[in-house]
């Protein structure tokens, strides 16, 4: 097949044209914001990178699962796990710490969303995991702090918008700085407990952390 070109453009030219477009573009995909649903496509747990964010042998109730439509999980691929004030919350892949913040009281009744005290911890593949409604003052690492799997953080808590229930919500973000949703499917290696048909954490049911 004959190649029509623009008088004065060389076959070198016509071959640059689809190259320079591609710069900055091509390998990116666009990332158009899909149901909640749609994201929550989870891979084998017996692979996953992550442990649960609490420590070996402790056990806790899923109180929130991911895309649940009347909770505050409604857009997002989140867990929120019922924990006392004051349980242990562990890293649930190593990384390096972005963000902290422990200056907000137990309260559980802002009405802001997202304020609340938390740490977002980057992962060497660019995501980044969120740890929220930490306990006042109980973070344990500071920002630049590489941290490993299962590295104990911070004491759980009851600050931010809780609804007055302590819980520890974990979720994890494609890439920082973290400006949009929940949007990794996560489930973890070391879970004792059901899976949905899906292969995510059940809402009201019981994790173990096993030993990994
Ligand atoms: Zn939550």
């Not at 573009?25 to 017996?46: K, N, S, Y």
């Not at 890293?91 to 969303?113: C, H, I, K």
Request: charged residues 20%; contains cysteine.
């Amino acid at each position: 097949m004959m190649l029509l070109r623009p008088p004065g453009m060389s076959a070198v030219m016509l071959l640059l044209i689809p190259l320079s477009v591609c710069i900055g573009g091509c390998g990116r995909a666009e990332r158009a914001p899909l149901p909640c649903m749609e994201r929550a496509v989870f891979d084998d747990p017996a692979g996953s990178p992550y442990v649960l964010p609490y420590p070996v042998g402790a056990s806790y109730r899923l109180a929130q699962s991911y895309c649940y439509p009347y909770g505050g999980h409604r857009d997002q691929l989140a867990y929120d796990f019922d924990m006392p004030i004051g349980s242990d919350v562990v890293a649930a892949r190593a990384g390096v710490v972005r963000r902290v913040r422990e200056d907000l009281p137990d309260t559980g009744d802002s009405r802001e969303a997202g304020q609340h005290n938390n740490i977002l911890i980057e992962h060497d593949d660019g995501t980044v995991a969120f740890y929220g409604h930490l306990k006042q003052n109980g973070v344990a690492v500071e920002v630049g702090q590489r941290v490993a799997q299962g590295q104990r953080l911070a004491a759980s808590g009851n600050s931010g918008n809780t609804l007055g229930e302590p819980h520890l919500h974990f979720g994890v973000y494609q890439s920082w700085p973290a400006t949009e949703g929940f949007d990794v499917a996560v489930n973890f290696r070391n879970a004792e407990g059901p899976l949905d048909e899906r292969r995510g954490l059940a809402a009201g049911a019981v994790y173990k952390a096993q030993p990994y």
